[in-house]
């Protein structure tokens, strides 16, 4: 066989095994467990990060506003330091629209060796432990939750104990509106559910750990047990870190897509999904130029070498090459139905997934050069450095 050739089958071989020995993390089919109502609604303290969010606060906060729970809940909005009158935006929607009792607390600017949405965390998280909540729902100020989302997931939490979750997690749909959106966000939820196969990460004893920090539910108790958010104070990938801190004390986690969660924040122009993906690609690979050759070659034999062999082996008459690289083309596409099913997305978007690929390799590289360059996980107005250069508080 041609080296080209040898190349499309080594791609094929990793597809097939992607597709049958990596959690079957291309099935969009973890839902919130459904569990019977609890004989007791536990009480809960819903905390809000805010940084310059008065655009999205109408839709999201009205709606956690207008949260119809059965039990205690109240929601606790932390002012991270806005410039555009989130706070003060914030108290007048409470007072217009009523529902859930809203504090909203401003604690300055973070310490040195935290990043500003877990301070923000902190500040909110110490006011439910006042109030001693039973349950915490840490949710994004850009997320949108239809009416029984919290009963939802505290129902799907269930008891404490061995039967019930310590961290439930719904990744919010996101917005997919915009040209740049279709191509890019659906993709964007392919590669996190393939770095972390969602069945993995709600195995029972399993050790992949996951969350989408959109939406996360945390029983008080794994809060204590966990240290958190005090234990993950410089982490950029927060969701992330969350929930390994929560399964590495024993708590047992749960991570899906969600129906009725939906971000409502836009990303119209790809300089929008650019910065949302490369502030902190680079830190999901934990600095090391070696994890980047390794992904960027990765990247390329998995996305880019099946179009590249198929059109290399029907011009030069290979028909291996061509087969193989059509074949693995083939796979690659199958795979990424079911999350453009789940984003109601044509399925004519599956064949474009090497070109999305791309952009993502070319975003990771920018990350790269952005931090050597000083720059960091940068996000609205603030750059983070890696986590061992920060300095203890």
């Not at 191509?183 to 050790?207: C, E």
């Amino acid at each position: 066989m041609s080296a080209v050739a040898w190349i499309a089958v080594g791609s094929l071989t990793v597809w097939v095994w992607l597709l049958l020995g990596q959690g079957f993390f291309w099935r969009t089919d973890q839902r919130l467990p459904a569990r019977k109502d609890p004989a007791r609604w536990p009480s809960v303290a819903v905390v809000v990060p805010a940084r310059d969010e008065a655009e999205v606060l109408p839709v999201s906060l009205t709606s956690l506003l207008a949260q119809d729970y059965p039990g205690e809940a109240e929601i606790f909005l932390v002012d991270d330091c806005s410039e555009d009158g989130t706070g003060e935006l914030a108290r007048a929607l409470s007072v217009r629209c009523g529902g859930l009792p809203l504090t909203v607390v401003t604690p300055g600017e973070p310490e040195r060796g935290w990043t500003g949405k877990l301070w923000a965390l902190r500040h909110g998280m110490a006011m439910a432990r006042q109030r001693k909540a039973e349950f915490l729902l840490l949710t994004d100020a850009d997320i949108a939750h239809e009416p029984d989302s919290l009963r939802e997931l505290v129902a799907a939490a269930g008891p404490e104990g061995e039967d019930g979750f310590d961290l439930v997690s719904q990744m919010a749909r996101l917005r997919v509106t915009s040209v740049w959106e279709r191509l890019v966000v659906p993709a964007f939820v392919y590669f996190f559910a393939q770095l972390y196969p969602f069945r993995r990460v709600n195995r029972k004893g399993g050790r992949t750990a996951a969350a989408a920090g959109g939406c996360v539910l945390l029983r008080a108790g794994a809060v204590e047990r966990a240290g958190v958010p005090d234990s993950i104070r410089q982490a950029v990938i927060d969701d992330v870190s969350l929930a390994r801190a929560v399964r590495r004390t024993g708590g047992r986690i749960w991570l899906g897509l969600a129906e009725r969660v939906d971000s409502v924040r836009p990303y119209p122009q790809l300089a929008d999904l650019w910065r949302m993906v490369s502030r902190s690609a680079y830190t999901q690979l934990r600095h090391s130029p070696v994890l980047l050759a390794g992904t960027v070659l990765g990247l390329v034999l998995v996305y880019v070498v099946p179009p590249v062999t198929l059109c290399a082996g029907v011009a030069a008459g290979d028909v291996v090459a061509a087969v193989a690289g059509g074949t693995a083309w083939a796979v690659m596409a199958g795979t990424y139905l079911p999350m453009l099913g789940y984003y109601r997305q044509s399925f004519w978007l599956a064949p474009l997934l090497p070109f999305t690929a791309v952009l993502y390799l070319l975003m990771t590289l920018d990350s790269a050069v952005r931090h050597h360059r000083g720059a960091g996980a940068a996000w609205k107005g603030r750059t983070y450095a890696r986590p061992e250069a920060a300095p203890e508080p």
